[in-house]
């Protein structure tokens, strides 16, 4: 149910984005197109300054055209910002491929300034959002691809991250929608000042995911854009909690052959992975049970008892990779974020001394991954690890033969409460997803699950 406001809004912009965005609120909308409004592009105070200024004056702009003495009138302006150089929408196609040029590779922010006018009570709010864009490296011709099925003229910075443009991000730190062109819940918290409610539950999510900063990004794994309630830094610091608990309760092994070896392999999976933004520890933990697993933030840890039982280094590649790929997909943190809540992660991530607290609740979080994943996150996994470990030039066949060992294993003896197995779906279904990752034929088994019950009971 949405509890529509009396007054009538206004958007001072042409963007059919932006208009789709306030349907998402729940708010009906008229466009109106500034014109004659000259942005500017040179900033005298900063960047949020610059662009809060400009959605002001086309949000007065569109008042003065129209002639408009009641109501809400809403400005926005988007900016894409790398170092000190601004750019905007671009004028030909010729000057978008410069900015693309100039972008690819690096980090660049998006700044949106809105503007709210309530001339019913004679108000003014101005407020921005901004948000830190990683750009993979593009050659030239997947520039002059994305150019010949996108119009860039529409776009700041020339690129989009809803569109084609999304397989050049692999991450985003702060609001996707500011990217778009309107940042929804900085909005809404500037319409509540002003008495106007949404009851939607798309709104009330807004609501509350932007009282956390709104952390959204589009994932290379899942291939979808995605709601995150911690930053990589978060991430990472909740990450390092959970491995002190960890380093705690196991042993590390002293064998530096071992752990070199461990070292080397994992970091040939990470030079290819779809995450470098952060830094991979891989630790061998002295213990015979077959088991690995990963945490937040880049930690991995496998126990000697399942090295001894690869047969060589593809294997322990696959099996390294297929941790890495947890870690890629975010699957701990989100585990964590939907089973915990933000209060409870907040003592993981808080800069207080080691109390008892953190270890609580260090020790409850390592509890709640070793409980295992989602079905779904395991396959996912068993294919990014197939596909990391040929791209670091390992035999990917290497994680079919292991698993095919983890069946073995299984069938000769009960899995124990640390077992590698207890937490993954059935080995065949395994199988099955990495040959389908590798192009390989499936056989009638490949279609069937020849286990008696499920790895996790």
Known sequence: MVLLPCRKIYLASGSYTRQRLFRVLGLPVEIIVPKGIREKRTPYGSFAQLVKDNALKKAKGVIQQRQIKYGIVVGADTITVQGNRIFGKPKSIKQAIRVLRRLSGKIAWVYTGLAVVDLDNNKIQTSYSKTKVYMNKLSDYEIRWYFSYVSALDKSGSFDIQGRGSV?????????YNIIGLPLAELYRMFKKIGVRMLSIVALIFCITGLNGCVTEYNLATQQEEWILYSTDREIKIGRSISRAVEKKYELTDDALLQKRVEDI??????????????YHFRVIEDEEVNAFSLPGGFVYINKGLIEKVDNDDELACVLAHEVGHIVARHAVKRLQALMGYNFLRILVSQAPEGGKLVTGA?????????????EDELLADQLGARYAKRAGFNPEGMISFLKKLQEIHRKKPISSKSYLRTHPYVPDRIRVVKQELGKPLTFDDYINIEQRPHGQ
Not at 168 to 176: A, S
Not at 269 to 274: G, K, R, Y
Not at 363 to 375: E, K, M, P, V
């Open 168 to 176: 050049f991000i692999p991450r985003i730190e702060g609001c996707f």
């Open 363 to 375: 020790d409850i979080a390592f509890a709640q991954i070793i409980a295992g994943y989602s079905r």
């Open 266 to 279: 994992g970091r040939r999976i990470v030079a290819v992975c779809d995450r470098q933004e952060i830094e």
